[in-house]
């Protein structure tokens, strides 16, 4: 490690960051295998400031292997159930091995057939869907997904949770840049952002939450016993219901409303799903040009951006300088500062 800068928070380049995180799923028993996965997913969620999706994530991660709610050493299986289809069963182990499967495997159809579908269950929180796209994005595809989690959303009108925070990503390739990468949560804000925030002691800003009276609050420990509110108000709820029907329904998954807590090791196995799309351009060369003209088109106009940029420069500066973890993230796992 290469040391800190306060009493309580340790800086880390990102090798050492992920040796910490495989340090302690392999002590946790986990495969080496499916310990490398979450923690190259971890730490990428992490440098591109994703940190509700990053180290604060370790410990509940940890306790639920422990505890059994998600299997240390999963058999995946990968079914071709159509010719562009694929079915990949995570085994109610982490949802990163089954991602990686999954994107390996539909890479390869998508180059064959033009496109691919991989649908993801008995899965397990699969954090910054925009890691995963970006996969399928630098192997020349056009990728989405679609994820559904732990109700957290109430449809419009109502109180009590329905969908989860049910987030959809795209990524597209670039003639000479890194792909275009677009992640979003249907919550205003991801969940795990919420979580952050309680671990961390703080209040969140006003307009992220519900109670569960359905009152505003700015108490996180309140948000994560109430709701978290759709952006775009009804037609977010609405996409979350679009979201749930491809995650959970398409692949089998536990709904939202069936899934247990991502956020501690009581219960069952979440058992939620992932739904991927790889798109093959029938000419490459045209639609990243075509691609490029769009995007420049946009660029060009005065007060905007194209999205992603804050991302790319949030990896960029943890490649270079590093990370800046909370030490009791790591400690909480038998890490220590220094080690």
């Excluded at 002590?27 to 190259?40: Q, Y």
């Excluded at 159809?109 to 970006?134: D, F, N, P």
């Excluded at 109430?226 to 219901?241: F, H, R, T, Y």
């Excluded at 939202?256 to 798109?279: W, Y």
Aim: net charge neutral; aromatic share 4%.
């Amino acid at each position: 490690m290469s040391g800190t800068t306060a009493e309580d928070v340790i800086d880390l380049d990102l090798v050492e960051a992920k040796n910490v995180i495989m340090k302690a799923f392999l002590n946790a028993d986990v495969s080496p295998e499916a310990a490398a996965s979450v923690a190259e997913a971890l730490v990428a969620a992490e440098a591109e400031g994703q940190v509700g999706h990053g180290f604060s994530r370790l410990e509940d991660y940890v306790a639920q292997v422990r505890s059994g709610k998600v299997k240390a050493k999963p058999e995946i299986v990968v079914r071709r159930v159509a010719p562009a289809a694929l079915l990949v069963d995570a085994d109610n182990g982490f949802a990163y091995p089954a991602i990686d499967r999954a994107i390996a495997e539909g890479v390869e159809v998508a180059r064959s057939l033009g496109v691919a579908t991989m649908a993801i269950t008995r899965s397990h929180h699969c954090g910054a869907l925009s890691v995963q796209v970006e996969k399928i994005a630098r192997q020349g595809l056009v990728g989405m997904m679609f994820a559904n989690a732990p109700a957290a959303i109430a449809p419009w009108g109502a109180k009590t949770p329905v969908f989860g925070t049910n987030p959809i990503a795209f990524a597209a390739p670039r003639a000479d840049a890194d792909p275009l990468v677009i992640d979003l949560s249907l919550s205003r804000v991801a969940r795990g952002k919420v979580m952050h925030a309680k671990k961390s002691g703080q209040p969140i800003p006003e307009g992220w939450a519900l109670d569960k009276d359905g009152q505003p609050t700015t108490d996180a420990d309140a948000a994560l016993q109430g709701s978290m509110l759709p952006i775009g108000a009804a037609k977010g709820a609405v996409l979350a219901l679009v979201v749930e029907t491809l995650a959970a329904v398409m692949t089998g998954a536990n709904l939202s409303k069936e899934a247990s807590s991502f956020f501690n090791a009581e219960g069952p196995p979440p058992g939620v799903g992932q739904f991927l799309i790889a798109m093959k351009p029938h000419d490459h060369a045209a639609f990243v040009a075509r691609f490029e003209a769009l995007l420049t088109s946009i660029a060009e106009m005065d007060g905007t951006r194209l999205p992603g940029e804050r991302r790319l420069a949030a990896i960029a500066a943890s490649r270079q300088n590093g990370i800046r973890v909370p030490a009791k993230f790591i400690r909480a796992v038998g890490g220590e500062a220094g080690a």
